[in-house]
């Protein structure tokens, strides 16, 4: 039996101590541990050679002392596993992009089972054990992977920017069903990976989701996501689901609600005070400060957190029982760390006192 703490708590919506605090990308370009290690050496090495990964991810731990730690990866290795090749130059780049329906064909090209397809990502359980006997205890430790719209915004279009207009095509033509049916079995994989080697929580980022209306995301995303989750469920029915979903709101999370995960990952374009009060019940909550107003100049910042926190701490206390404290998105390249450093200073006051 896993220890209890203060993520697991709240993702379980019992936790009666401080909401815990994280955030994503809180290993990065941002902090200078992560810029000491990238000087000697590349992305691809710092992902996949298990000792630096775990490094990485544990600089912001020792620094900051976040409550959680997340691997450091990269959400895209599941495309460069299935042949569409990847390089970081310095961000990504596929060799190829679904740019019709006769290019599924050239997924997978060697047909390698589920199990032979796995063994491309081993690198991370190695990582997770390494992270998960280096990390304290009372402190958890997070996987994560790609959601399936978001996998095929990349694996089409090769980022997530601009008008991504053959991407969307895409989710209609073919294309995103043949995608996905080569994708889920990796995919489910993927997060057993994760879970079996330490991860006390699997989260799936789609970043892509708000770039399509919700009757959409419920008619194609949301069966692709659903099945997936259960068949995850299945295997791991103890390690929660967090479920982020960039650029959504109410009238997207309406169709998530029969879905088996614990916790939604929300931006931030809503309100936290609002999202715990109307869908605290349903699912335990993680955000969600505007990544943005951490580049301020330090005193500003600090006016903008105090402004976040206190229509929260206005709330009856068990609303917070289900509260993952963090930002609305990972915390960006240019952000000063005093700013981050305020962040969590400010937070553990406010709820220790």
Known sequence: MKPETLYTNAVFKKNHGRPPVWMMRQ???????????????????????????????????????FDAAILFSDLLFPLEVLGMGLEYIPGPKL?????????????NPDKKTTAELIEGIA??????????????????????VGGPMTLFYYAAEGSHQGTLQNAKSGL????????????????????????????????????CAG???????REVVVPAIRDVLIQFRRRHPNTPVVYYSKGTGPWHWQHLESLPFECLGVDWKTP?????????????????????LMLLPEQACLKEIE?????????????LQGWVCGLGHGVIQWTPEENVRNFLRYQKEVFSS
């Open 307 to 319: 402004k976040f926190f206190d229509p929260i701490l206005k709330l009856p206390r068990e609303k």
């Open 172 to 207: 209609t033509d073919g294309r995103f069903d043949g995608f996905y049916k080569v994708l889920a079995p990796l995919l489910i994989e993927n997060m057993c990976l994760q879970a079996k080697n330490g991860a006390d929580a699997v989260a799936m980022m789609d970043t």
């Open 27 to 65: 290993a990065g370009r941002y902090h200078s541990h992560y810029q000491n290690m990238k000087r000697q050496n590349t992305f691809m090495e710092l992902c996949k050679v298990p000792e630096l990964a775990c490094e990485v991810t544990m600089g912001p731990i020792r620094d900051f002392d």
């Open 272 to 292: 936290m005070a609002e999202t715990l009060q109307n869908f605290g019940s349903k699912w335990s909550i993680q955000g969600n400060f505007d990544p943005n």
């Open 211 to 217: 770039e399509i209306d919700p009757a959409l995301y």
């Open 123 to 144: 690198y991370q359980g190695k990582a997770l054990n390494l992270i998960r006997a280096a990390l304290d205890p009372k402190k958890s430790l997070l996987g994560f």
């Open 95 to 107: 060799a190829w992009h679904l740019k019709e329906l006769s290019d599924l064909s050239r997924l």
